[in-house]
């Protein structure tokens, strides 16, 4: 398969959750990345802004396992990864999944749940497996999470922890569609969509799994310049040093910038990637793995801001 082609293949998985996402464009083509590059996004936007439907539509299109978890402040983390049971004492504990065990996970409003629920993922999202009662169950290679989050300022939610953060490819951010999109919108409701009946979201699988594990490994084979390795590192190595945050990028940012950069360049249809390409995806990459200092967040500035500064200040190749 070449660049090409895979470009071709992701158009029609993004045409196809296009078709029931409207006017979030670069929501879909940031979450079709962190899948290729066997990532897991954190989507943060307010409420009814088709997170949960861009997650439901893209497992549709991808022919993949949905499985879904709404967090609550009650939830518990066996509530995630399921238990052993005993049925007797002359018989071995019985393990029953939990619904982490799919291949795309929509964790919903993860920030609702406390910080003992959440870090319940984390070997999830790392290893790709649960451990119950001392025994790992594997959840499979395509295993993929997309949590979502409402802004921290909205009331019962709790920050999630920094080594959690870290685990997320993306932050990817939903805003409000343009008004055309909202009349478009309308116009499908009108024709008798409905996004909360699943037979207004179901539709022809574009792709399988093994069409997907294929792709992620052409992933593997996009070539990444000298020069554009070390314009990754410089623009991650330039956060750290960047007073207005107290926090800069981790080595694990300086990779996932450049497992990003690849999936990137392939969607683009091309086996190499290029500047523009780091440049395009160090807001997502990064946004969420930065912390600014007191006095730029008492000003006003996001980390968007002092990211858009840095990448500014970093000199791209040629």
């Keep these: 398969m070449t660049a090409e082609q895979v470009a071709e293949s992701v158009q029609r998985v993004r045409a196809a959750v296009a078709s029931r996402v409207v006017?979030?464009?670069?929501?879909?083509?940031?979450?079709?990345?962190?899948?290729?590059?066997?990532?897991?996004?954190?989507l943060e936007g307010v409420p009814g802004t088709a997170k949960t439907l861009l997650v439901r539509t893209l497992?549709?299109?991808?022919?993949?396992?949905?499985?879904?978890?709404?967090?609550?402040?009650?939830?518990?983390?066996s509530d995630i990864t399921g238990i052993a049971i005993l049925r007797d004492s002359g018989s071995a504990a019985e393990f029953h999944p939990g619904p982490v065990f799919t291949d795309l996970l929509l964790a919903d409003e993860i920030n609702r749940a406390p910080a003992k629920t959440q870090a319940a993922l984390l070997e999830a999202m790392q290893e790709r497996q649960c451990t119950v009662d001392g025994v790992a169950h594997?959840?499979?290679?395509?295993?993929?999470?997309?949590?979502?989050?409402?802004p921290v300022e909205y009331e019962g939610t709790y920050p999630l922890p920094e080594a959690q953060l870290d685990r997320f490819l993306l932050k990817i951010k939903v805003p409000y569609p343009a008004l055309d999109a909202e009349l478009t919108m309308l116009n499908h409701y009108a024709s008798g969509f409905d996004a909360e009946r699943a037979s207004s979201i179901a539709m022809e699988p574009v792709l399988n799994a093994e069409s997907c594990r294929a792709l992620r490994d052409m992933v593997d084979q996009v070539r990444v310049a000298q020069e554009v390795q070390e314009y990754i590192a410089a623009v991650v190595r330039a956060t750290r040093e960047d007073t207005a945050l107290v926090l800069g990028g981790s080595p694990r940012a300086t990779v996932a910038l450049f497992r990003v950069a690849r999936a990137a360049a392939l969607m683009a249809g091309r086996d190499y990637v290029t500047p523009d390409d780091v440049k395009d995806y160090a807001f997502p990459v990064l946004r969420h793995r930065v912390v600014l200092a007191p006095e730029v967040e008492v000003e006003g500035r996001s980390s968007d801001d002092v990211l858009d500064a840095v990448l500014t200040r970093v000199?791209?190749?040629?």
């Design 23 to 42: 006017g979030q464009d670069t929501v879909i083509n940031e979450a079709l990345v962190a899948f290729l590059a066997r990532g897991h996004a954190l």
């Design 59 to 77: 497992a549709a299109a991808l022919n993949t396992r949905f499985g879904r978890i709404q967090f609550t402040p009650d939830l518990m983390p």
């Design 138 to 150: 594997s959840l499979g290679d395509l295993f993929t999470v997309f949590a979502t989050q409402n």
């Design 315 to 318: 000199v791209a190749p040629k």
